[in-house]
């Protein structure tokens, strides 16, 4: 019986002989008693092994309790492997008899000792030919020990083939990878400092497999958030609803990169195609698009015509130091707070003044300075921060027109900003015709949609953002809004509340929630969800306290709203307080002529919360003002 000094099965690695377990080349810590439970397993593998066998192999020298230590053992293996009880990858569990260990294991060739070379001759060869001279013996044994092991050989190559067959047969059963994910890729460089560097490659790899268009492919934000090493690849790909994972490791030394990669299609846990790239840190871009590649070859699809002119073939030279302030930018941008978006800002910069036709640095660029100018991030004014946006956008987009983030924040400038709704819905379009897994378009257009007044398309759209993004609060709330403005103030609720339901803390779902309770006359509720706002948003913030005041107002307490407007104006002599803010304080106390005046400072704010005016019930009052109805034409809605 050959002895094996190493298996391997999915990521892992066993060391026999060094009683070691190592996960794409990194140790695993394991209990030793677990360790040796999980080496016997695994040296046996599609078989059960019972409760006697470990009895008898692990435990037959110790006192403890054998019941509470293999159940203990078992747990810390399933911990180490992340795997799932109730939908194992590795160890199956079959009750009150044993355990099976069911994935796929190989073996190293320099992991196998040779046989003895000794071994006895069988009985009945002995018995036929103990009258035969010594050399006849010699010969026919010599012969028959020849033709055994021939036939072993066929046996054993009849098997492998019928193995073969039948797992060709069970994987072409399988349905094509339709979804996928790609989880956090380790950072196996030993430097917490580097994790900016595997964040950035597993963003950029998910982009360059979303381009496709072939597959749906979750966004990195959600991506992210399932925290790929925690939890069972089960729980992950059901909470997600993909039927196809990504996986990898990527160790930084100098200018040294080695990036690791597997696909796996699930539930089957079949391990459909992995790789290993070491390259020269200036070949990262090649080594994501050569990743692409192969994973869109190993999920066997039928790609259109302009879904093969979309695949990855290779970008161009990007200077290093360029491509490393690149991804620094992009990790700061994944906050999305004020702080972390100037930081963004800065490595942005850097990475165009190193290479200045670095298409994707200008479109770093004009998504922070989007993002900048929303409402609600102290940043910039909003005309600064869109004007900049515009203008990176625009480079982006001179430099490489088939950039689908470039349309994005083209499209979304030009709707929020240059009010010009046809340039923003083509520019929407053709991010999307670029790429239809990019969730922000999807998001975006479908705010455009919703202050078109276009319901039922906001709301496909919003879905459609939803089912890549499935883990964003934004991308979550952003439902809201064309339930909320097309009166269906119920079902903007359900949406807040299951947001919140999930992402407690997240203050624009409050601040949303407190509205739909106001347009449905719970006070209480919606003064709650205001403070809340507040609160997280650091407890005098302007929007928030304006909020209150038209409550206030609206529910009859005319004093407290007053006072709550006289501390808004306070706030405006130290800071930027935007016009709208006191234009719905005045709405809510009745005061049309203050409430229009405000709303025409805000229309020389440029300020994006007009283009929802339209069906914003906070304005119900000034609807058959002429001044309300001629604002609403200079707007253009």
């Not at 103990?130 to 092991?149: D, H, N, Q, Y």
């Not at 640095?361 to 900048?372: C, I």
Request: proline share 4%.
């Amino acid at each position: 019986m050959e002895v094996r000094e190493r298996l391997r099965f999915a990521a892992f690695e066993l060391d026999l002989q060094a009683h070691e377990l190592l996960r794409n080349g990194r140790p695993v810590k394991v209990a030793p008693q677990a360790l040796r439970l999980l080496e016997f397993l695994a040296s046996h593998p599609g078989r059960l092994v019972t409760r006697d066998e470990i009895r008898q192999e692990i435990w037959s020298e110790t006192f403890v309790d054998f019941e509470q230590g293999i159940n203990k053992s078992i747990r810390q293996i399933r911990d180490a492997l992340n795997d799932d009880a109730e939908r194992p990858r590795f160890i199956e569990t079959l009750p009150r008899r044993g355990y099976r260990f069911i994935a796929d294991v190989e073996y190293p060739e320099n992991g196998l000792v040779e046989e003895p070379a000794d071994n006895p001759a069988p009985a009945s060869l002995t018995a036929e030919t103990a009258e035969l001279p010594k050399s006849r013996r010699r010969i026919l044994t010599m012969r028959r020990v020849v033709f055994g092991i021939a036939a072993l050989a066929l046996i054993a190559v009849a098997f492998q083939l019928r193995l073969r067959l039948v797992r060709g047969q069970r994987r072409a059963a399988q349905p094509a990878i339709q979804s996928l994910v790609v989880l956090p890729f380790e950072n196996l460089s030993g430097d917490s400092s580097q994790d900016y560097f595997a964040a950035g490659i597993t963003e950029e790899l998910t982009t360059n497999l979303a381009n496709t268009g072939a597959v749906r492919v979750i966004s990195h934000t959600s991506a992210t958030q399932v925290q790929g090493g925690r939890k069972p690849l089960s729980q992950i790909t059901r909470e997600l609803k993909v039927d196809g994972v990504v996986e990898g490791s990527v160790q930084r030394a100098a200018d040294h990169v080695r990036v690791t990669v597997q696909l796996i299609r699930v539930p089957a846990d079949e391990h459909v195609w992995a790789a290993t790239y070491d390259r020269e840190a200036k070949d990262v871009l090649s080594v994501e698009d050569e990743v692409a590649r192969s994973i869109t070859g190993a999920i066997r699809l039928k790609l259109t015509a302009a879904q093969q002119n979309r695949t990855p073939s290779g970008k161009r030279p990007v200077d290093p130091a360029a491509y490393d302030a690149y991804l620094k930018g992009r990790y700061a941008w994944n906050a999305r707070q004020t702080a972390s978006l100037e930081r963004a800002l800065d490595f942005f910069h850097r990475a165009v003044d190193i290479d200045p036709t670095f298409a994707e640095g200008y479109a770093g660029l004009a998504d922070t300075y989007a993002l900048l100018g929303i409402a609600g991030f102290d940043g910039m004014p909003v005309s600064e921060a869109m004007e900049n946006a515009r203008a990176a956008a625009t480079k982006a987009l001179a430099l490489d027109d088939n950039l689908s983030e470039g349309h994005t924040s083209l499209a979304y400038v030009s709707a929020m900003f240059d009010w010009d709704w046809d340039l923003a819905e083509r520019e929407y379009r053709r991010a999307l015709e670029l790429n239809s897994n990019n969730a922000t378009a999807h998001q975006w257009y479908s705010m455009l949609l919703c202050f078109l007044g276009r319901w039922d398309q906001s709301i496909a759209e919003a879905k459609a953002a939803q089912s890549l993004d499935p883990l964003s609060p934004i991308v979550q709330e952003n439902l809201a809004f064309p339930y909320y403005y097309s009166r269906r103030y119920d079902d903007a609720m359900e949406v807040s509340k299951s947001t919140l339901a999930s992402h407690p803390d997240f203050a624009i779902s409050h601040l949303r929630l407190g509205r739909e309770y106001a347009a449905k006359d719970m006070y209480r509720e919606a003064a709650e969800e205001f403070q809340r706002f507040s609160e997280l948003m650091g407890g005098d913030n302007t929007l928030a306290l304006a909020s209150l005041a038209n409550l206030r107002a609206r529910s009859g307490d005319r004093k407290t709203a007053e006072l709550l407007l006289s501390h808004l104006k306070a706030a405006a002599k130290k800071k930027t307080v935007p016009a709208y803010q006191f234009a719905i304080v005045y709405s809510g106390l009745g005061n049309t002529d203050e409430a229009v005046k405000w709303l025409d400072k805000a229309y020389g704010e440029r300020s994006n919360f007009l283009l929802y005016m339209r069906n914003e019930k906070l304005f119900d009052g000034l609807r058959q003002d002429p001044r309300f109805l001629e604002l609403e034409r200079r707007i253009g809605i």
